[in-house]
């Protein structure tokens, strides 16, 4: 499996808060080689509050295991999360490709179609030519 760049920068401008699921897949691609606390705060972005409980909730979900006192590394179920992530990101790229088509299909439809109600005038003029 191809692990993503342990790299991860966000840009508040152009990108929404990340949901739980966005940051467990952060905290494995950085402790996917071993790594402190510390380096999973600074590089998954997170406080020291956020970092506590996530790295609790992890190791005790066996994605996370300790190495010695302070040192913290991705297990094999936590490679397991990754690549399921990254086929769920996959899936929901393609999703909303598909509503998008869907959508740009249903503008395109009503342009074709375009009902337009026929106004006061024209009403008139066809009551007086039936009579």
């Not at 705060?41 to 970092?51: D, G, H, K, P």
């Not at 990754?82 to 088509?101: G, I, S, T």
């Given at each position: 499996m191809e692990l993503l760049p342990i790299s991860i920068k966000y840009k508040k401008n152009n990108r929404t808060n990340r949901d739980s699921l966005d940051i467990v897949r952060d905290?494995?691609?950085?402790?996917?080689?071993?790594?402190?606390?510390?380096?999973?705060?600074?590089?998954?972005?997170?406080?020291?509050?956020?970092?506590?409980k996530y790295l609790r909730h992890l190791l005790k979900k066996d994605l996370l295991k300790r190495e010695g006192d302070s040192f913290y590394l991705i297990t094999e179920k936590g490679l397991?999360?990754?690549?399921?992530?990254?086929?769920?990101?996959?899936?929901?790229?393609?999703?909303?490709?598909?509503?998008?088509?869907?959508?740009?299909d249903e503008r395109q439809l009503e342009k074709m179609y375009s009902y337009s109600k026929p106004n006061k005038l024209s009403n008139v003029l066809q009551k007086a030519d039936s009579a």
């Open positions: 905290i494995l691609i950085v402790a996917s080689v071993r790594v402190k606390k510390t380096r999973i705060m600074y590089q998954a972005n997170l406080s020291f509050i956020q970092v506590k397991e999360f990754l690549e399921l992530y990254q086929k769920y990101k996959e899936n929901c790229r393609k999703l909303n490709e598909k509503a998008d088509d869907a959508l740009r």
